[in-house]
Each structure stands twice: as C-alpha cells, then as structure tokens.
C-alpha cells in the first residue's frame, strides 16, 4: 500500500499536470485520486500530440489507470459529463476508467448563480466556495445523491482498504499559497490544498511515500489582491511564459520566486521531491531574481541562481532531491 502526493508549492498554475503525467508514465500507479477542489482548476496536458485541458478529471485516464474525484472534491455534474465526452473525442477511452467518491460534494446552479458577482476574492466563479460552505453548514448535497452519476460511483474505504497492492497517486489542485488554512487569508480557495488535504480522502498516513512539490522559477497569482510589483519585466514574462488562466483566460499576475514563501510551502507539505518549472522563461526573459529573507537578490547566470536554491534547501532534511525544469522537458 503506497501513495505518492502531488501539490502545489505557490499559488495554483504551477504545471502540476505535467508531473503527474510524467509520474503515471513511469509508476505503476492502480490510482489517481484528485483530492480536492473543483472546476476551478484547469490543467493543461499534452498526451501523444494532443492539447486537452482537464478541470475534473485527473491525469491518470491518459494512461488507463483508474482515476478518482476523491471525497475532498466538489464536482459540477455537467461539466464532468462535458469533460468525458471531450475525452473521448480525443481519442482517451474513459470507460471504466473515471470514478467519483460518493461523498464528494456537488456544486448547483444555485452556487454558480451566488458567486456571479463576486470581486472581493476573484473567485474563478465556478461555485467552488459557496459549495464547500454548504457541505460544511450540512446542508450540501452529495455524489450519491444524483441519479446520473450512479455509475461512476465509488466508496474510497472499499476501493483502498478491500483490494491488495493499491498504489494512489493524489493529485493536488491549486498550491500553498491558496490553501483554505495556510494561504493569505481571505485571498484562498475554499479548500486543502497541502499533503495532509490528501489524507482526508481516506489515505493514511503511513502509505506516504514520495510528496513532490511543483512550482516555477517566478511565481504567478490570479485573484483581487495585488501581486505583482510595477515593472515591465513582469509583462514580458507573462507573455513569454503565456501567463493566462486555463480556466478563465485571466492574465495572471506575476512576481519573483519568493525562496521564504517556498520553504515554508516545503516544510508544511514535507515535500521531499521538489520541480521548479518554466526556467526558460527567465531564460528568454534575460533575468534571474528572486526574493530571499524580505530582500531581492539578482544572479548574473541561471545556474548561480538555482544554485543559490540549491543551498538555500539544504537545510530541509526531507528535501532529496530537486528538479528544474524548462516548459518543454518531459519534468
Ligand atoms: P475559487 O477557488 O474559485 O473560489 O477562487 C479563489 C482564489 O483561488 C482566486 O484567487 C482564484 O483565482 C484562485 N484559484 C482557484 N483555482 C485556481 C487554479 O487552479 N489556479 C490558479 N488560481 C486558482
Ligand atoms: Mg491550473
């Protein structure tokens, strides 16, 4: 029994997708469990050629392994449904392939409808809060519930706990710095987005083997607050970096990798597999900053800024090992 966690170290964005596609190929996963959040996330995967962009569905249907909406989740019926159907006209067999937890949350048309107004956050608009709010106030309404679904269902304590050799991937949505506890407050997502997030879907702890940790080199935020300093560099690597909501178009805001930030985010997931995506963007960009201790700090080459993070981490025992990499690496 053994499960591997993917999370997000900054704010959601961070290329995720990619390193759970990557670990499906090389692992023999029986599992990809989506842990939490809803369509409010959007990921961008590139399978065989082919873009297909996922808000619901984890990465693992491209590799055949069974893939889970865990109970952390809240699912809009529809957009699920529209998701298969997008699937399987790019070819990806879903058929027994796409299961949902039974106590995973619901999202209605009545939690779109509240949040189509919504400024203070900047929410996605997809419902995600006013869904978690009623799951929590008990008055939700829950997988099990709608007809359609029935056979997609699934009991997570029976799927784990009846069948031997289980091997869960647990794919996190959004990052650290967006998480219901841990993210800056009320600029979050109404959900966990750490390690531990994983474990509520009825993963225990000792099955833990690897937690990888994905963020970027610089750091993007999509929401009301203000992010990102005034500087035209920031506007040049959004466009290089095609820094646009997969979900909603937005462009989004942009900043130095904040190595204070970063470790925290490392400590409280306890990663110990650490991906820092899209260096060719700084590459392109012509620039390497980065935040440390409150201070900017500028590098003259990319390698004396990665091995400034290099040392930076080494205080993190748990730390093994860390991986950069540009867009176009397969990690
Ligand atoms: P909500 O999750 O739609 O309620 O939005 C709350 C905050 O999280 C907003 O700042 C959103 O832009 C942000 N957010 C939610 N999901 C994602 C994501 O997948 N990537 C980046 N930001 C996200
Ligand atoms: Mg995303």
Redesign the pocket.
């Known amino acids: 029994m053994l499960a591997d966690i993917v999370v997000g170290v900054q704010?959601?964005?961070e290329a995720k997708g990619k390193v759970t596609h990557y670990l499906c190929r090389t692992h023999d996963y029986t599992h990809v469990l989506r842990f939490n959040?809803?369509c409010?996330?959007?990921h961008t995967i590139y399978h065989e050629g082919k873009k297909f962009v996922t808000h619901h569905i984890p990465a693992g249907v491209f590799y055949g392994v069974k893939s889970i909406i865990g109970s952390g989740c809240v699912l809009n019926v529809e957009q699920f449904f529209k998701e298969l159907q997008e699937l399987e006209d790019g070819g990806i067999d879903t058929k027994n392939k796409i299961f949902v937890a039974e106590n995973a949350h619901v999202i209605t048309e009545e939690h779109i409808q509240e949040?189509n107004s919504e400024k203070k956050?900047?929410?996605?608009?997809?419902g995600?809060?006013p869904a978690y709010r009623d799951k929590y106030s008990r008055r939700g309404v829950q997988a099990k519930e709608v007809p359609a679904l029935k056979p997609f269902l699934i009991n997570l304590y029976d799927e784990f706990f009846n069948n031997s050799d289980v091997k869960i991937l647990c794919e996190g949505?959004?990052?650290f710095g967006?998480d219901i506890d841990w993210g800056d407050y009320p600029?979050?997502?109404?959900?966990h987005c750490t390690s531990s997030g994983a474990l509520l879907n009825g993963i225990p702890p000792q099955w833990v083997n690897q937690v990888w940790g994905v963020g970027k080199i610089y750091e993007?935020?999509?929401?009301?607050?203000s992010f990102e300093p005034e500087d035209e560099i920031f506007e040049e690597i959004r466009d290089v970096g095609e820094e646009y909501?997969?979900?909603?178009g937005?462009p989004?805001q942009c900043n130095w990798l904040n190595m204070d930030e970063l470790i925290k985010a490392l400590k409280v997931n306890g990663v110990n597999r650490l991906v820092l995506n899209k260096l060719d963007v700084l590459e392109k960009v012509g620039k390497w900053l980065l935040i440390n201790e409150g201070t900017e700090l500028t590098f003259n080459t990319e390698k004396d800024m990665t091995d400034f993070i290099t040392s930076s981490l080494s205080c993190l025992p748990q730390l093994k090992e860390i991986y950069f990499s540009s867009s176009k690496d397969k990690i």
């Open positions: 704010h959601g964005d959040g809803g409010n996330a959007g949040e956050i900047g929410t996605t608009k997809r995600n809060g949505a959004q990052g967006l600029y979050v997502t109404s959900s993007t935020y999509v929401g009301s607050k909501g997969a979900t909603t937005r989004r």
